[in-house]
């Protein structure tokens, strides 16, 4: 097998290759750090490639795997980690020039420290936009993060660099962090699978300044991929007090299950409240449809809130302020003005304000909550829209101030703690992949899975393209 074929395999498919003898872990992560040096200078996903560590790490992998001894479940698969998590022994910049470089980094964030010891060949860090603070991905410490499909669009954020590299074939696998969509947008975008699980099923620490809105998922080519990721992140740390317990049970196992007999319900526009693109609102009825077909009872129905964008900025500006609250005059010269001017905002918030907006979103908690006694399921397109110019927080001329005026489908799932994924659906005239969102009540991240392989299984999402999907064939 081609060095370059490897790049275009599933985790599960390189792990198959390490059993079988036809391939081993030193040749899969030499393919995926050739694969991240060639699109780094037009895609720029990664701040920071590992190659001498990443060897090593294949180098030993593989003499498990020679053994017959291999260690966990993802023993020898190039992963990639977003620049927001510690990976020990390299700086986490967190895309700011606020932070020194200098240090030990001798500590793993939980999901981090789980891939750590199930064997995962750590490929490099990916970009973020400063502190993860928006929906795309464009930095003052490493630039504009391009999408793979069209290098002039976003690749969203913000785990830009993450869904990036995963389209690209730079690792089948990658950590995000998802505060407000930052796992599905950039996924949507780059026509990966995305995941943000129920709040605490993978562990955080550091705590992150935005609080409970803040989740890390696993971002993959497919949706048994994410579950083979989740079964080894999704497990307790003791650094974080709000991490929940072990899963039930396997989320690999439970994707043997079919959808037959759930209820779905279908929101194209949550109620009217949402205009979405004609191309992205087909294309995601033709998989609502296919659900239908495969023995899912679909409905079209809406859940029962309007939207909760300003509670959700009060929340997310507020976090922002904490963050930066020691900053001197000097390093806040240095932020994102976006960010700098949601600070500023935040700062000005009282508690009052806060609590009112906890109020808010214990009520939309339990408005879903109920909604769930009804629906196994909720369905809608993941984001109105399809990647627009790069270096922009919003599309020109769409009227928006801040990034969540395009993203009103994945922040209230934010607030309300819910499993939330991204599939590939399809891609609209330019090409642009689109994304449907599937979401489910708290602690049931094995539905959305189970929902999301099912759509793989039926042909209506499938892995992306690879590097071939770049437009000048880079």
């Known amino acids: ?31 995926a750090l050739e694969r991240a040096a060639r699109i780094q200078p037009e895609v720029n996903a990664f701040v ?11 180098r030993a992998a593989e003499e498990r795997w020679r053994r017959g001894e291999p260690k966990g479940l993802l023993d020898g698969v190039p992963v990639t980690v977003k620049d927001i998590l510690l990976l020990r022994g390299h700086p986490t910049l967190r895309g700011s020039g606020t932070i020194p470089a200098a240090g030990s980094w001798d500590e793993d964030a939980p999901s981090v420290a789980r891939l750590r010891e199930h064997g995962a060949v750590f490929v490099g860090k990916t970009t973020t936009p400063e502190f993860g603070w928006k929906g795309v991905t464009d930095s003052p410490l490493s630039g504009i993060t391009r999408n793979p499909y069209d290098p002039s669009r976003t690749a969203g954020g913000s785990s830009g660099g993450s869904a990036a590299a995963v389209a690209l074939g730079a690792a089948p696998l990658s950590l995000g962090t998802d505060g407000g969509g930052s796992v ?53 740390d003791a650094r974080d007090w709000s991490a929940l317990g072990p899963a039930p049970g396997s989320f690999s196992a439970a994707l043997g299950e079919s959808v037959r007999g759930l209820r779905v319900a279908f929101s194209p526009s949550l109620g009217g409240q949402v205009a979405v693109r004609p191309a992205v609102a087909a294309a995601v009825r033709r998989a609502v449809a296919e659900l239908a077909g495969l023995g899912a009872y679909v409905e079209e129905a809406d859940p029962d809130f309007s939207d909760p964008v300003e509670a959700f900025h009060t929340l997310w500006f507020a976090g922002a302020a904490r963050l930066t609250q020691r900053f001197s005059p000097e390093q806040r010269a240095r932020l994102d003005p976006g960010l700098r001017e949601i600070c500023g905002r935040g700062a000005r918030l009282s508690a009052l304000d806060y609590l009112a907006a906890v109020d808010v979103r214990m009520d939309l908690g339990r408005r879903m909550g109920l909604f769930h006694e009804r629906y196994d399921l909720l369905v809608t397109p993941t984001l109105p829209l399809t990647a627009f110019e790069a270096g922009a927080e919003v599309p020109k001329g769409a009227g928006y ?60 999402a499938s892995a992306p393209a690879g590097v071939a999907a770049m437009p000048s064939g880079s």
């Open 48 to 58: 920071r490639l590992l190659e001498e560590d990443a060897l090593a790490e294949a």
């Open 1 to 31: 097998m081609q060095l370059t074929d490897l790049t275009d395999l599933t985790a599960r498919q390189l792990l198959d290759g390490y059993r079988t003898g036809e391939f081993g872990p030193v040749e899969a992560t030499r393919a």
């Open 401 to 460: 101030r801040r990034w969540t005026g395009w993203t009103p489908f994945t922040y209230p799932f934010n607030l309300t703690q819910q499993p939330a994924a991204t599939v590939p659906v399809g891609t609209d005239p330019d090409g642009l992949p689109i994304g449907l969102q599937i979401v489910a009540a708290r602690h049931r991240d094995d539905l959305v899975l189970r929902a999301a392989h099912a759509l793989y299984g039926a042909g209506v």
């Open 184 to 236: 599905r947008i950039p996924a949507a975008f780059c026509g990966i699978f995305g995941l943000k699980p129920t709040y605490g099923r993978v562990p955080l620490y550091p705590a992150s300044a935005f609080g409970t809105l803040s989740h890390v998922g696993p971002m993959t080519r497919d949706a048994a991929d994410a579950a083979l990721l989740l079964d080894v992140i999704g497990t307790p």
